[in-house]
């Protein structure tokens, strides 16, 4: 499309040069128009047909900011408040049994947590794939709750990504079939989807499916967490 307007372009740069009657100036606009509006519209349902067999996370999945890491349990918190105040190592086992749990329920390896300074940021994955968590959020306990599993639901993503194609086993708690959607979602022009010069980094990054899911993942976990549950990780 931009090859045609950019030609189009030149050849009527010719007709004002040669001083041509303004009449045929204006028709070439218009049939120029019209064919720019052929092109859009072809463009936009070759898109829409590329993206139609893919079963992307819904629009209803980007959930309110205010309830996307979860209601943690009054009592969950209020335990595990405490727990850190008494004893932050204790609390720091709790996060890493945590993980652990995770990691054994789907079959991938498990991953350390480090405890390092992020500059305000609650937590990542480093290059090994390990997480790293702010201390300094310990007194915010759903925050960092949210966060382990969130970062564990992409090592389980990773993982199922990297199954063998032709596999016929499940693995990374994933069967072929949701492993190869995985790896399609992955892709980089779905990554990208919906990307355009109005939408800000942040927006784009959190519209990735693998961002979704890992934030629907620490908060299902942040809803569902009871004190009986919480004791099995103490």
């Known amino acids: 499309m931009q090859v045609v307007a950019y030609s189009r372009m030149g050849q009527y740069l010719q ?3 040669r001083r041509t009657p303004s009449v045929f100036v204006a028709i070439f606009v218009q049939v120029v128009r019209f064919q720019l509006l052929q092109l859009e519209s072809r463009g936009a349902t070759a898109v829409e047909s590329a993206f139609a067999d893919l079963d ?16 943690l349990d009054d ?11 008494e ?11 945590i993980a652990d749990d995770f990691a054994d329920q789907n079959g991938i390896p498990r991953k350390q947590i480090q405890w390092v300074d992020l500059n305000g940021a609650y937590g990542r994955r480093d290059g090994a794939g390990n997480i790293q968590l702010d201390p300094d959020f310990l007194t915010d306990p759903s925050v960092l709750l949210h966060t382990v599993v969130h970062e564990m639901e992409h090592s389980r993503q990773y ?19 949701e492993a190869a959607r995985w790896r ?10 919906g990307d355009n010069p109005s939408t800000s980094v ?19 976990f942040v809803n569902n967490l009871t004190l009986e549950e919480l004791e099995k990780y103490l």
Request: net charge negative; no cysteine.
């Open 202 to 220: 942040d927006e784009a990054y959190r519209a990735r499916p693998v961002e979704v899911d890992a934030r629907r993942a620490g908060r299902d």
């Open 159 to 177: 993982e199922g990504m990297a199954m063998d194609p032709n596999s016929t086993t499940n693995g990374a708690g994933m069967t072929p079939e």
């Open 75 to 85: 009592g969950v918190a209020d335990r595990l408040a405490k727990l850190a105040a």
């Open 184 to 193: 399609e979602l992955n892709q980089t022009y779905v990554r990208n989807k």
């Open 87 to 97: 004893d932050p190592e204790k609390v720091r086992e709790v996060f890493q049994s």
């Open 15 to 17: 007709m004002v040069e």
């Open 56 to 71: 992307l996370p819904a629009e209803h999945a980007l959930v309110r900011e205010n309830d996307t890491r979860g209601n």
